[in-house]
C-alpha cells in the first residue's frame, strides 16, 4: 500500500483519551482539532517547569539525495521501537510546507508503517499554524507601505527595505515582482518579492520563542527597513505592528499533539526548512517534551552539514539544549547515488560506488564526532533491494570510523523493525551520552563564524564575497557581535553547487547576499544562488493529488 493508504487505515485512538493514557494530561489542558489532534495550553505547559529534563536525541543525515534518505520516518520508527522496549519516548517533529508537498519533496508525516497522523492534516492545512504565521508575515509588509502611503513619519528609504512577502507554496513567478501599479491611490511602485513562508522571519521567531510574550518582544526586533540618508534601522514596533502579529499567532504557538500508527503520542510543531533557515521544530515543543518523558527524539533538516550545524549552534546555544546522542541516516541506494550511480540503477548491487560513496557518510559522521563532540549510531534505513555484501562494506566502514552501523526496518515493520536501533542508540544515551561543542565561538566575528562553518563542516578551502557584501557584513558583525550565522545553501552538496556528490574538499564557497534576522537572533548568510522561493519540478506532485465524493485524499506522500 502507499503511505496514504497505510494511514488511512490506521487504528487512531482519541487525542484526548491518549495523552490521559500516556501522559496523565487532562483534556482540560487540551485544545482538540477534531478527534486526532489538538493543541497543547501554555499554562499546562509552564506548569511543567519544575519536572526534570528527559534525554534528547537528535535525528539527522547524510547529504539528501533523490533516493530518498528517511529522516523523519527513522525518527518515528526509534520512538516507536524505544516505546517498545520500555522506554518513555516522545518525538518532536517539523510541519510540513505545503510548497514540497505539490512539488517534488512530498510531505514530511514519514512513510511506510513508521508515519504520524491523521497524515493528510498534518500535510496539509494541519491546525493553521503555517497560515497563522504567513499572515503576521504579510500584516507586516501591508503595514510597511501603508505607512509610506500615508506619509512615511519614519523615513523610511523604498530602496532600502528588508521586508520580503511570503507564501506557503513554490511559486517561482513571485520570487521578483513590482508592487503598488495603478496610480497614486495604490502607493509608491517599488521592486518586491515573495519568500515562501517556512524561509520567513516569522517562522525562525515562532520556532525561537519560548513564551507569548517573548514571541510579542522578537516580533518588535524585527527589522523592516532603513532610513534615507544615514540608513537607520527601523523596526516592526516603530510601525506598532508587532501586537496585532503576536495575536495572529498566539493559538499557533501552542504545539501540536498527534499520534504515531502505534499510537504514540508525537509533537509537531513549526517548520523552518534548514536550507534556507535554522531547520528545527519549535523551542517551546522540544522544551515540552523533554519535560513530559523520558528519551525525546527530534529531527534537524536535510544533512548534518545544515540542520544538525543549525541545531548545534543556533537552537541549543539559543535554547540552552543538551543532546545525548545523534542519529545518522543513511542508505545504501544514496550512497550509491554519492558514488556516481544513476537513480535508474540504484537497485543493482554495486560495491565499488557504494565504497565511493562512503566518503559522504565519512564527513558527517566525523563532524557530528569531532566537531559537534557527540556520540552517534549510523542508523541504515533498509530497502529491499540492499544485499548483504552492500550491507557488511557499510557496517564494516562504520566500524572502522568508531560508530555502529544499525540495519533498521521500521518502514515495513513499524517500531518492531527498528528495535536493534533502539537498543543501540539507548546504550549510548544511558550509558555513553555526549556533551555537545559549538562550531564556533560566540565572539567569533561574522567573516569567521562563516568561515569556520565552510572549512570544518563543508571542507571548503576559502569563502569569498563581493566588496559590497563583505562590507555588509563587516557591518553587521559590528553591530550584533554576538550572533550566530544560518547559512542557506544547497542542501544537495557539501559545495554551494547541488550537482557535487560525495564530499568534495577544498571548493570556494561564495557568500552572495547576508540578511539580518534581528528578532530571530541570527544572521543569514546565502551561499551561491540558494534561492528563498523554491519553483515547482516539471510534474510537480500536485498533478497526481486529488478527492473522492468522500472525502478522501488520494496521491498525497
Known sequence: MSDIEIAQQAQKKRIIDLAEEQYNINSDHLEPFGHYKAKLSLDYIDALSDQPDGKLILTTAISPTPAGEGKTTTTVGLGDAMNRIGKKTMICLREPSLGPCFGVKGGAAGGGYAQVVPMEDINLHFTGDFHAIGAAHNLLSAMIDNHINHGNNLNLDPRLLAWKRVVDMNDRALRQVVVSLGGT??????????????????????????SLSDLRERLGNIVVGYTRGDREPVFARDLKAHGAMAALLKDAIKPNLVQTLENNLALIHGGPFA????GCNSVTATQTALKLADYVITEA??????????????????????????????????????????????????LDALEKGMVNLERHLNNIQENYGLPCVVCINHFTADTD???????????????????????????????????????????KPGSHRYVYEDKASLWEKIETIASKIYGAGQVTASPKVKAEIDKLSKNYPDFPVCMAKTQMSFSSDATVRGAPSGHTIEISEVRLSNGAGFIVAIAGNMMTMPGLPKVPAAENIDVDESGNITGLF
Not at 495604490?186 to 520567513?200: C, K, L
Not at 560508530?403 to 539507548?426: Q, T
Open 185 to 210: 491611490a495604490n502607493g509608491f511602485p517599488r521592486e518586491d518579492g515573495y519568500d515562501i513562508t517556512v524561509a520567513s522571519e516569522v517562522m525562525a521567531i515562532f520556532c525561537l520563542a519560548t
Open 275 to 278: 536550507n534556507i533557515a535554522h
Open 301 to 350: 533538516g536535510f544533512g548534518a552539514d545544515l540542520g544538525a550545524e543549525k541545531f548545534i549552534d543556533i537552537k541549543c546555544r539559543k535554547a540552552g539544549l543538551n543532546p545525548a546522542a545523534v542519529v545518522l541516516v543513511a542508505t545504501v541506494r544514496a550512497l550509491k547515488y554519492h558514488g556516481g550511480v544513476d537513480k535508474a540503477e540504484l537497485n543493482n548491487e554495486n
Open 389 to 431: 555484501a552492500e550491507v557488511k562494506l557499510l557496517q564494516d566502514k562504520v566500524d572502522s570510523l568508531g560508530a555502529k552501523a544499525v540495519i533498521s526496518k521500521h518502514w515495513a515493520d513499524g517500531g518492531a523493525g527498528a528495535d536493534e536501533l533502539a537498543r543501540a542508540v539507548s546504550d549510548i544515551v544511558d550509558n
